[in-house]
């Protein structure tokens, strides 16, 4: 993701989250941190024919790329800030691939465990992520504002474990997109 993707991130997020959206604001912030050797953020976004389709993104208090201590002081540790695909495309497995790609994020970060909040009435994002290993491990009483809908906290250790590395690309046949190859959606890191 890069700034110039705000605006259709932002026209999204409302779409699908018009109750909870996230101002644009955020998304600014969260890219602020997203570049250079101390990148404690990864965020991508998902587009076909042009089209933005999804987004995802993961904040990390991992070790950062200069030896340094990632955001908040606590080492090894990522959490899922967001995964949002346009309703057209669920359940083609594009969900999947973004969280494929925000672990591989995790694993660069030497993040040994992944921690993310689900709405408590997102059925089908739980079983996204139960299918990777996230456990419940908590509840966030009225997280979810301004509709006070509480909040699953799942955790998923040892990310690694969830992920395959990415194969090599072999031809320029081959798929564009980063997240797991699917033809027809390139994604932006």
């Known amino acids: 993701m890069r700034w110039w993707d705000i605006e259709r991130v ?3 997020e409302r779409e699908l989250f018009p109750e909870d959206a996230w101002s644009r ?3 600014w912030s969260e890219l602020a941190h997203a570049r250079g050797p101390a990148a404690t953020r990864r965020y991508v976004v998902a587009e076909e024919a042009g089209r933005l389709v999804g987004y995802a993104g993961l904040t990390s208090a991992g070790v950062a790329a200069d030896g340094g201590e990632g955001t908040g002081g606590v080492a090894g540790v990522a959490d899922v800030q967001t ?4 309703r057209d495309h669920w359940g083609t ?3 999947a691939r973004l969280l ?4 591989r994020a995790a694993t660069a970060f030497e993040c040994a465990e992944v921690l ?3 709405r408590i009435d997102n059925v089908r994002a739980q079983k996204l992520y139960e299918r990777f290993g996230f456990e419940t491990i908590g509840v966030r009483k009225g997280y979810y504002q301004p509709g006070n809908v509480d909040a699953l906290v ?3 250790t040892d990310p690694s474990t969830s992920v395959t590395p990415a194969a090599p ?3 320029r046949a081959a798929p564009a997109n980063p997240v797991n190859g699917v033809e027809g959606t390139k994604t932006h890191g």
């Open 10 to 12: 932002f026209q999204l």
């Open 25 to 27: 604001g955020m998304f």
């Open 83 to 86: 995964i949002a695909v346009r």
């Open 93 to 95: 497995g594009l969900g």
């Open 100 to 103: 494929t790609d925000l672990l």
């Open 116 to 118: 993310l909040e689900c």
């Open 154 to 156: 799942m955790r998923l």
């Open 169 to 171: 690309e072999t031809s």
